[in-house]
């Protein structure tokens, strides 16, 4: 089946998440690092794209692009091979160095620029990176700075306030604060955008849940105590990740139902956890 043409238009706004192959490590060195960041400079200048934030980590990156004629698919085709040329040639090997298909998301850049900052500068510190946003391989430290190179950072400021030092202030206290659901922010805007994406049927949260707690013999209750005993944990993760694909939910409300953080939520979701040989066959069993 061929895949879905990426949505186009001037002025859209994506949050791009690309991954290492296999969850390889391809960004792992500074040097590494910096190499991915002159390359997103270079493209930035032929393609005249903006971009609000980023963040490096080890095996996967964020940005916060928006396009103007171009579209985001010939910008991050560039950036992705030129990255794969030269981190190939200095390991001296070949094949992909990221996974095919990044993650691209259509976003309201009036509704959720702000809030799309916060969570990309956050996510070193939710990944237990780093102990705060001050993280070298961010845009963060350029909002702080208050200064235009690669990335725009007036745009968010003003928002907040006229008066840079103020906004810097006012923007250093909002990325420190609880982190947003930024996946529903994300979900509304895309549903809005793109006029019902998923044209699956969809289930009520509830009764997937009933259904897999039925299925393994296990209550609500046992799934939401505070254990670390790998079958109840299983279990979570399965409801979580077959919760994306058969629900309309958030984030925030599986949190609830599970008693858990927000913030592990949306690691199992982006795939941050392993998958376990149980889990794979109950997902094998749900997607027949």
């Not at 960004?27 to 270079?42: A, G, R």
């Not at 909002?143 to 202030?169: H, P």
Request: proline share 1%; hydrophobic share 30%.
């Amino acid at each position: 089946m061929a895949r879905k043409q990426r949505i186009h238009y001037s002025g859209a706004l994506y949050h791009v998440i690309a991954r290492g192959n296999n969850g390889e490590y391809v960004l792992k060195e500074d040097e590494d690092k910096k190499k991915y960041i002159e390359t997103i400079k270079k493209y930035k200048e032929r393609f005249k794209f903006s971009i609000y934030a980023y963040c490096i980590m080890d095996n996967h990156i964020h940005l916060l692009i928006e396009v103007s004629d171009t579209p985001l698919s010939k910008i991050m085709q560039g950036i992705q091979q030129v990255y794969t040329q030269d981190y190939n040639r200095k390991n001296k090997r070949t094949g992909h160095v990221f996974q095919q298909r990044y993650k691209a998301i259509v976003c309201n850049k009036d509704g959720y620029l702000l809030h799309l900052t916060k969570y990309i500068h956050k996510n070193p510190v939710e990944a237990n990176k780093t102990k705060d946003v001050n993280y070298e391989w961010s845009s963060y430290r350029e909002y702080m700075r208050g200064k235009n190179d690669l990335i725009d950072v007036n745009f968010v400021l003003k928002i907040l306030s006229n008066n840079k030092t103020k906004a810097i202030e006012e923007y250093k206290k909002y990325v420190n604060d609880e982190m947003d659901d930024i996946e529903q922010c994300e979900y509304e805007v895309k549903e809005a955008q793109t006029g019902n994406i998923d044209r699956e049927e969809k289930i009520e949260l509830d009764a997937l849940i009933t259904e897999i707690l039925e299925q393994e013999k296990i209550s609500l209750e046992e799934i939401k105590a505070r254990t670390r005993q790998q079958r109840i944990s299983d279990i979570r993760k399965i409801i979580i990740l077959l919760a994306i694909k058969h629900c309309k939910t958030t984030s925030t409300e599986l949190a609830k139902k599970l008693n858990l953080q927000v913030s592990m939520v949306s690691k199992i979701k982006a795939g941050e956890t392993m998958k376990t040989k149980y889990m794979e066959e109950i997902i094998k069993r749900w997607s027949k």
